[in-house]
């Protein structure tokens, strides 16, 4: 059976089904989107955090933009050339369109690549030190010869599993362990499975005197020592707490020995005190950190803040969110990050930032650091309050960030692949029905310009506002 | 929608004028952000109002709302009124109190 008025208009309506059908769906669309702008301005409005202005860059997000609205006009077109019945214009304007999609969504992995790259370090005192980490972070532990696995008879969610939680994180070759019964062992999937059962058997045969099974209940150790002692380096996702003598790791083992360095070391190539109580205070000056950048940034903070105190004689300079991230977050430039800074097209004067350029590079050399455009501090520790890269978890923010762009992005990869099936399957549809053909444009198209309009509120909130 | 094929023709080089003017509010978008109003929430306010420019003419031109049959705008009376309640939600909780002592009052700290 056919589909009903594709092609004519049903009298009631007085349109084809399917474009009621879309019109629908936007709407629901409409909702779905509506939620998370609502949720937007909740978050925005409740931040306990300098809200990021520009923070994005904003080339790229200007160029997708653009992109996308060259595609909605190629896509209308198409839709028009269908009409029209000039078939070559028609097939022309939908692989525009869908090179265009393509395009947005190669911008858009190369930006999210650059977050999940990009490391945001928050001190103690409030100071929040941004850049990368060329090695990881690790902590290592040496002189390791003790684990201790907990085996539960049980269902347990944390359960003894050495060779998933443990054996991955140890440095050099496979490692011998003595067994309590005095046995020398090479852990692996095998010989734990068989620690693990006598273990269980044990637990079993103490469980014996009860009468029913469901009340059996036990957790034992198994307690290896290392033959020779180990190194662990452990990311931190590996383990739930460590101390300077042992550590726990993610499936309860403990492993004992001598925490060897927690250090982190980060090339710097951001330094934001807003957040800090005095600024030229922050521990971000201090000896082992970057002392060499103060005096640039008292010079950077006093030049901005004269400035809009002339340009603004009667505002508050305390409520420009833009003077405070121009005055107390130091962006220390390389020939890279010059490319990613918009912000400084602004019409501000050229030399203020270049002691500040000048002032990096004696930096880097007065810590005797090798290579590369920028700064490497080695941070203890106790220093650190929280450091993520610019993913969800940084702050909310980001959180609401990925959730907007990303479910914008599903629809971009939807919306073109409808288009490429139109563009590529329904050849013999358009020598045939072309007007059938040109009712899906329509529809498929109406889609796309629906994505197009939710990118033209994301863009200035997320990248600009 | 424009049925006859001469509305069709001209609409062409009208896509490609109103593709034009979307790329101007763009720019001057991005311009805009970077120029200092007194407050911020100005600019906010400004940017919204031009991005709600550029999706009206999204709408009503390349999604032909400017000529549409009743139906669909029955079926979008209802979609406005349901999003207008989300955003009035926000409205609902002004009078709630957003800095208290269980937030750290120095992050928030403005030199």
């Known amino acids: ?465 | 929608m424009a049925d006859n094929l001469e509305e069709i023709q001209k609409s062409v080089k009208k896509y490609l004028v109103i593709g034009g003017l979307l790329l101007l509010f763009t720019v001057i978008t991005v311009w805009l952000s970077y120029v200092e109003l007194p407050t911020h929430s100005m600019n906010i306010m400004v940017g919204m109002i031009v991005a709600a420019f550029k999706a009206s003419l999204v709408a009503l031109i390349f999604m032909h709302l400017s000529h549409e049959k009743k139906i669909i705008y029955k079926v979008l009376l209802f979609t406005v009124i349901l999003v207008s309640v989300l955003f009035i939600l926000f409205y609902m909780t002004h009078g709630d109190p957003l800095i208290f002592e269980g937030f750290d009052k120095t992050s928030i700290k403005q030199h």
Not at chain 1, 271 to 298: G, H, N, Q
Not at chain 1, 392 to 404: Q, S, V
């Open chain 1, 1 to 465: 059976m056919d589909i009903p008025y594709t092609v004519t208009a049903r009298p009631d309506t007085g349109l084809y089904n399917a474009k009621v059908g879309i019109w629908l769906f936007l709407a629901s669309e409409v909702m779905l989107f509506g939620g998370l702008f609502s949720a937007y301005i909740f978050l925005r409005v409740g931040a306990d955090y300098h809200w990021p202005i520009h923070e994005l860059n904003v080339q790229l997000g200007f160029i997708n933009t653009v992109v996308l609205i060259a595609s909605s006009v190629t896509v209308v077109m198409a839709w028009a050339f269908l009409k029209l019945r000039k078939f070559g214009m028609y097939q022309l304007m939908m692989a525009i369109t869908v090179i265009c999609a393509a395009i947005f969504m190669v911008n858009k992995t190369l930006e999210y690549k650059a977050k999940f790259e990009h490391y945001s370090v928050k001190l103690t005192d409030g100071t929040i030190l941004t850049g990368h980490l060329e090695h990881g972070y690790f902590v290592h532990f040496k002189d390791i010869n003790k684990l201790t696995l907990n085996v539960h008879l049980e269902t347990a969610a944390i359960d003894a599993d050495p060779v998933d939680y443990v054996l991955p994180y140890v440095e050099g070759e496979s490692p011998k362990f003595k067994t309590e019964a005095g046995d020398e062992i090479e852990l692996n999937a095998a010989t734990f499975a068989k620690l693990r059962s006598d273990a269980i058997d044990a637990m079993r045969e103490e469980n014996k005197s009860k009468q029913f099974q469901r009340d059996w209940t036990g957790t034992k150790n198994i307690v290896l020592t290392a033959v020779s002692p180990l190194k662990l380096k452990l990311p931190a996702s590996s383990f739930f707490s460590y101390s300077e003598t042992n550590v726990t790791l993610r499936d309860g083992t403990i492993a004992e020995g001598k925490l060897e360095d927690d250090r982190m070391t980060l090339d710097v190539d951001g330094i934001d005190v807003r957040s800090v109580a005095d600024a030229e205070k922050s521990m971000a000056w201090e000896a082992d950190y970057l002392p060499a950048f103060k005096p640039v940034f008292i010079a950077t903070r006093d030049h901005h803040q004269n400035e809009f105190k002339e340009k603004y004689p009667s505002r508050d300079p305390s409520k420009s969110a833009t003077l405070q991230t121009e005055s107390y977050f130091i962006k220390i430039h390389s020939a890279k990050a010059d490319e990613n800074m918009p912000g400084h097209e602004g019409g501000h004067s050229a030399e203020a930032h270049e002691p500040e350029a000048a002032a990096g590079h004696d930096a880097a050399e007065a810590g005797g650091h090798e290579g590369g455009h920028h700064p490497v501090v080695v941070l203890k520790k106790k220093d650190i309050a929280f450091f993520s890269n610019f993913t969800p978890k940084l702050n909310t923010y980001y959180a609401i960030y990925f959730t907007l762009t990303g479910l914008h992005g599903l629809h971009v990869v939807f919306g073109a692949l409808v288009l490429l099936y139109f563009l590529v399957f329904n050849g013999k549809m358009m020598r045939e029905d072309p007007e059938h053909l040109a009712n899906r444009v329509e529809v498929g198209g109406l889609f796309w310009h629906f994505v197009d309009l939710v990118w033209i509120f994301l863009f200035p909130l997320l990248y600009l506002l």
